[in-house]
């Protein structure tokens, strides 16, 4: 099946500095991606809607010029947490809709921590 | 809007034994349903949808869903429950295909010898 491919799988960085996630479609266009950030124990809550070539459409609630999202291509987006503090630790994951919008695959998800 | 119940955080079930995972749902309008499963820091793997038509949808791994529109449940069951089944599953429901799923809170699988 279609493999999405998510790096880094973690990351530690000091408050106050910025960390750039990927997410790459490897074999298929992805026009459309989304982002999701997962809490211990909880459920998936989606960020924001990323469209190719287009701003991307952020949740209620979710901060965009805190969490930046880029999609410059029909196989990569990317989230950008500026400056992140020690509450933005979480598990980030990305999945990537089929043009025909029949599946979504997704990432392996990045562990990112705040210190 | 829409939203998803899953009832039962975890459970427990020992090897060969039936797996049924609870999942209730709550949509304006036809839904589209999924189940996923994810494994410790992993991603997401789909096990089975439901979009439209026959409403027993059979997935990979021996797991199968049943649409019941009247009860608006999409519970997940499998006959024989393996070590490898345990891990987190999540049940998802969508307006359009793959656009903006809302999952619900996940049920951890255990599955004891």
């Known amino acids: 099946g279609a493999v999405v491919s998510q790096h880094p799988s973690r990351v530690i960085c000091k408050s106050g500095t910025s960390v750039k996630i990927e997410c790459r479609s490897l074999d298929f266009q992805a026009t459309t991606m989304f982002w999701y950030r997962q809490f211990p124990k909880k459920s998936l809550m989606l960020m924001a809607t990323s469209n190719e070539g287009s701003k991307a459409t952020y949740e209620q609630g979710v901060e965009k010029d805190k969490f930046l999202i880029n999609h410059a291509s029909l196989t990569l987006s990317t989230l950008t947490v500026t400056s992140a503090h020690p509450e933005d630790s979480s598990f980030y994951i990305c999945?990537?809709?089929?043009?025909?919008?029949?599946?979504?695959?997704f990432g392996q998800g990045t562990r990112l921590t705040v210190v | 809007a829409q939203s998803v119940t899953q009832l039962g955080s975890h459970v427990s079930v020992s090897e060969g034994a039936l797996v049924l995972l609870r999942c209730n749902y709550s949509s304006s309008v036809p839904p589209y349903l999924f189940w996923y499963v994810q494994y410790p820091n992993q991603g997401l793997q789909l096990l089975l949808k439901y979009t439209t038509g026959a409403t027993l949808v059979k997935g990979i791994n021996g797991f199968e869903a049943e649409f019941k529109k009247s009860e608006t449940s999409f519970h997940l069951t499998k006959p024989s429950a393996h070590m490898s089944d345990a891990a987190e599953y999540f049940c998802a429901v969508s307006l359009q295909g793959f656009q903006k799923l809302v999952f619900g809170t996940g049920t951890r699988l255990l599955v004891s010898p």
């Open positions: 999945s990537a809709r089929t043009e025909a919008n029949t599946e979504a695959f």
